[in-house]
């Protein structure tokens, strides 16, 4: 069974890694996030592939939710010293990787093989692909202004006023080497629970990805980021409430319209009528065991 | 007394320290060679003007001789699991001067203002100019092929028999801002007992660097960096051999004719017949005491 995720970072990468204990990891492709990325002091960073890096070859910091496990902080304090601006943490391990893609990146090699490359030299099972190998920027239209999407997010902690959100590139960039193709041949799509928002609209507002996904003969399946009636973690019920939605699954199957063909619902949420078949489940993914069950539980939704 | 010193990394690093120690550290100003600065993992090295920073904010590793003290190297361990090169070493702390150097020098910053924001940052008294913000690669000619410098002084460790250095865009290289004033205004010009061929001949190769130093009012006096007939450390030895050259403070008094007008010899060496003045002490420089004794006695020749 061919698996297609369409993912940002933490949440997403859960749920990637359940389902690489699912079904065999080398039938897994995440698609994932690259609105995100951004230049940071010359350095080529693309935060929601990092984490699916980290978390599928054991390097993750579960605790903190970004960055390695046992990192180290010498070059944040040398950087602070010397005046540098210090408001986005990078991690003196972490700094291998956006050495490396910069460099790479400056002598024309695409992301997409730079990445491959990255998560061969770690034997990372599941195919990992940027969503594209244009620039795609995020950002945010505020009460504060249009801010850059890590400025907004990690600067200012997704405190501004959201009115509206762009992708700045999106309607001309291509899919990266290797999504159509995955896209086509896979048996079941998924898209992660991760913000609809933030993390997956970009993916959609790439033109040729979009409409594959709506020429996919597999069916496309979204778990739901909401549970018991809010997000789990992170901005996205303030996002919605700000953006002049209702805070529920049915809103996020709304907006998923013409895209998704099922929803799975965390079962603690209340009844809904949903436009899209709809499964239940414990979509907690604390554990191990909470990713694969949740994984499980979204790949019966394509036999049914 | 305003004192002017042209210096490479390590050793020259050591009389700077003395000499700051010697007269009031506001009135030294170090013009550096920057020949071995190169490009690495697209980060922009300066490995002398860093030695200088280093060691004047005392932070340097005395023992190791290159790099800071308490460094870590999480940055180098990570790199080396992605399959970077890992020839030269990058401690953690260090990389923040590289990456804000190389961000600094993409939005168009010149080097030397770039160095005198790392020694603000630092509190350091002298004054660090790099000799030029035009680029001069030092290339060695050697049995292996040309190698550019720190392919032969790190990855090769000097070992390739070399028959002859260049300093590629040294002619076109216009002396860094400062630098031809502070040798029009110096009381004294110190060369420090660096490397003549490596770390010294790249300054003399910029034409108006050259130039300033014969036109200079002041005395120009080198330190030699030959002691009991052969060189302290590094391949100066070996590289004189190579070069048909006798291993002598006279020899290397030979090869400065025309810039210097005097040289401190040290007290082991053999008598010589020198073209230029000379006085005589103890030149090694282990402690700090030894290297304002080496400075004081530098300076007293400018009295003579």
């Given at each position: 069974m061919k698996v297609v995720v369409l993912t940002g970072g933490v949440g997403g990468a859960k749920l990637v890694l359940g389902l690489c204990h699912a079904v065999p990891a080398t039938d897994v492709t995440a698609i994932v996030n690259t609105g995100d990325d951004f230049v940071h002091l010359g350095l080529a960073i693309s935060p929601d592939i990092d984490t699916l890096l980290y978390t599928l070859s054991g390097k993750a910091n579960a605790a903190q939710g970004w960055g390695r496990e046992g990192e180290s902080w010498g070059f944040m304090a040398a950087l602070r010293e010397l005046g540098g601006a210090d408001w986005f943490q990078l991690g003196d391990g972490d700094l291998a990787l956006h050495v490396l893609r910069t460099a790479a990146l400056a002598r024309g090699e695409p992301l997409s093989r730079i990445v491959a490359g990255f998560a061969r030299s770690w034997g990372i099972g599941p195919t990992i692909l940027p969503m594209s190998d244009d620039p795609v920027a995020t950002e945010i239209v505020s009460d504060e202004g249009v801010l850059p999407f890590q400025h907004y997010?990690?600067?200012?902690?997704?405190e501004p006023r959201v009115s509206a959100i762009r992708f700045v590139g999106a309607e001309q960039a291509r899919p990266a080497p290797g999504v159509l193709d995955a896209i086509a041949a896979a048996d079941v799509i998924l898209i992660a629970p991760?913000?609809?928002?933030?993390?997956?609209d970009p993916l959609l507002a790439v033109p040729a990805l979009r409409q594959a996904l709506v020429d996919a003969r597999a069916p496309v399946i979204a778990v739901s980021p909401i549970v018991g009636g809010t997000a789990v973690k992170g901005p996205t019920a303030k996002l919605m409430g700000e953006l002049g939605l209702e805070v529920s699954a049915a809103s996020v199957a709304r907006h998923y319209a013409g895209v998704i063909d099922a929803m799975l619902l965390d079962e603690r949420d209340p009844p809904a009528d949903l436009p899209v078949r709809t499964a239940r489940a414990?979509?907690?993914?604390?554990?191990l065991d909470d990713r694969i069950r949740v994984a499980r539980a979204a790949l019966a939704m394509a036999g049914a």
């Open positions: 997010f990690v600067a200012r902690r997704c991760s913000n609809p928002f933030l993390s997956v414990d979509t907690l993914m604390h554990s």
